[in-house]
């Protein structure tokens, strides 16, 4: 079955430390998206990648750093710089930019 | 930017019911609109999508409009069953930019 896979369904962080988000698809699309979660608010858009070795900042990027060096691939790294990372991370991925969204089951990322 | 509301964040209902979720949205430049359903823990599952050019779209027992000219798109649920509780969002795509997420309406059908 095609899908979007993220791992690991919980993450935690000590102060100071990076830590890696996973999502992998095997849709063949060319575009893929971050988004943030948190209660009370719509998603809001980290950071997206229109095609393999190109990504773009989203509204909320500071603190969060991505790759896209594989077209199936797009990991997500919050930094010791995001003061605030707990929240439900959703990847997403999409045939090309713009066009409808199919979703992972999310990682929700917790501070020690 | 694009701004989009969901009103109301809460709504509880006896199964049986039909029922209307309302979204709003600042900017009519849309290209278009989508419908999510959520359940806890998980992601977001893709319901309907209606174009702009589109004035309504049906899947079944739910049924999206769309009105750009007022800023507003309703998603009507027939006859809700259990199943149906989950939280509802929907998102607007706005012209060459990129998806705008309301806040959801988290929906508790009753047996």
């Known amino acids: 079955d095609g899908g979007i896979t993220q791992s690991p369904k919980y993450l935690f962080r000590k102060e100071g430390q990076n830590v890696t988000l996973s999502c992998e698809q095997n849709l063949n699309h060319d575009a893929m998206y971050w988004y943030r979660q948190d209660p009370g608010q719509g998603l809001r858009l980290i950071y997206y990648s229109q095609i393999v070795n190109d990504f773009q900042k989203g509204d909320i990027a500071e603190g969060y750093s991505v790759s896209r060096e594989k077209k199936e691939s797009f990991p997500l790294t919050v930094t010791s710089a995001q003061k605030n990372p707990t929240a439900f991370y959703l990847c997403a991925s999409s045939p090309a930019h713009l066009q409808p969204q199919h979703f992972g089951d999310g990682t929700r990322l917790s501070i020690l | 930017k694009q701004e989009v509301t969901q009103i109301p964040a809460a709504l509880s209902v006896p199964e049986g019911e039909n029922l209307v979720l309302n979204c709003s949205f600042t900017d009519s430049a849309i290209y278009n609109l989508q419908w999510f359903r959520q359940d806890p823990g998980k992601g977001l599952t893709s319901l309907l999508l209606?174009?702009?050019?589109?004035r309504e779209q049906t899947s079944g027992r739910l049924n999206a409009s769309l009105d750009k000219s007022s800023g507003r798109s309703t998603l009507y649920i027939a006859a809700s069953q259990p199943g149906d509780s989950a939280t509802y969002l929907c998102a607007v795509l706005r012209t060459g930019n990129q998806f705008y997420f309301g806040t959801g309406t988290s929906l508790t059908v009753i047996p």
């Open positions: 209606i174009q702009s050019s589109q």
